[in-house]
């Protein structure tokens, strides 16, 4: 990492600072502690160095950034509860006016030190744009069985196929237990037994019980 030990230096004597101030004063007291700190270990520091933004190639705004180290690493320091967006915005326009490639946004005003490291260009990341896992199990195979037809595309995790619903389909094999040998469809239309007849005809080899010799 570019200027990697002049950073860890810097981000050092902040955590010190800090450390012995702790949050609530204004950045002016952090700015100076942090300037002594960097003096004593030997770190070259420019405090409020001046910034002239150009348009057309005339000066627009004359800006300040609270620390210049080494003339190499600008340094931007908040006392406020929290960062925001826009305090990073500012570092990296403070990075393109000056022509600094490095920047550090360091908040002294939370319980412990917050730090932000910000380039003037954009440094992709090792790893660019990877396939999450679990994007990865849900993408539907063109080459799945389907358990109702096989052979046929059947949708996988995301969009996955009942089980419920693969037992309501019904089967063209399937056997009829009334009508042994004819269609019978399964469940979601199943076959409702026989209710009972109102007056239902006797048997003929049914017994009198008033003439067991008769039949009725």
Known sequence: MKHERLTETIIGCAMKVHHILGPGFFESVYQ???????????????????IIVHYDDIPVGNFFVDLLV????????KATQALIPENEVQ????LNALRK??????????????????HREYTPSPKNNPV????????????ANNPVN???????????????????????????PVNPGTYAPQRGNPVQK??????PSPSPNATNPVNPVNPV
């Open 32 to 50: 100076k502690a942090l300037a002594h700190e960097l003096t004593k270990a030997g770190v070259s520091v420019a405090l409020e160095a001046p």
């Open 194 to 199: 026989a209710q009972p007849s109102s007056n």
């Open 91 to 94: 570092l990296v326009n403070y």
């Open 70 to 77: 080494e003339d190499t690493i600008v340094v931007e320091m």
């Open 132 to 143: 999450k896992e679990t994007e990865a199990m849900q993408t539907p195979s063109l080459s």
């Open 150 to 176: 096989p052979g046929t595309y059947a949708p996988q995790r995301g969009n996955p196929v009942k089980e419920t619903e693969a037992m309501q389909a019904s089967s063209p094999n399937a056997t009829n």
């Open 101 to 118: 490639d490095i920047g550090l946004l360091l908040n002294f005003g939370s319980s412990s030190l917050q730090i932000k490291r910000k």
